[in-house]
């Protein structure tokens, strides 16, 4: 059935509970999964004179990326599983399509991955990876929802 599910991590609960659906769909299935962490810098890729703030700020962001997906892979390792890794960089808002990328690249059979459930205005201001990735992904999608 499902070989091969990718799961984006953020850090976050709902990002979390994304993943624990993940890790109870692996071994059923004696399932690889590849966690995503995508580093958006697009926020601090405004010119300093002299680069320096922005350098160190984009420093601490990938940092904290690294620092998310080995708080994942160790929750994936607690469970028994393994889990590959891969923590993307990206200077602009383009986070859905990078998990859609990599979905593709893979190739993942499912991608797992949690959602706010946000609707009007707040969906509208924050944008929405998950409504991104159902919309432009062929692979299957479960969405979780963070309760």
């Not at 590849?34 to 984009?58: F, I, K």
């Amino acid at each position: 059935m499902y070989k091969k599910i990718l799961v984006p991590v953020d850090g976050s609960e709902t990002s979390r509970r994304g993943l624990d659906e993940a890790i109870q769909l692996a071994p059923d299935n004696s399932a690889k999964l590849r966690l995503v962490h995508v580093v958006n810098t697009a926020v601090v890729a405004v010119e300093y004179p002299g680069g320096s703030p922005t350098d160190d700020v984009s420093d601490r962001l990938r940092d904290n990326g690294e620092a998310v997906m080995k708080g994942a892979a160790d929750i994936v390792s607690r469970s028994g599983l393994t889990a590959e890794t891969v923590v993307l960089g990206t200077p602009i808002d383009n986070t859905g399509e990078l998990i859609v990328h990599q979905a593709t690249e893979w190739p993942a059979d499912i991608i797992v991955m949690g959602t706010h459930g946000r609707r009007g205005l707040p969906r509208v201001v924050l944008g929405s990876n998950a409504e991104y990735v159902l919309r432009h992904t062929s692979v299957p999608v479960l969405l979780v929802r963070k309760s």
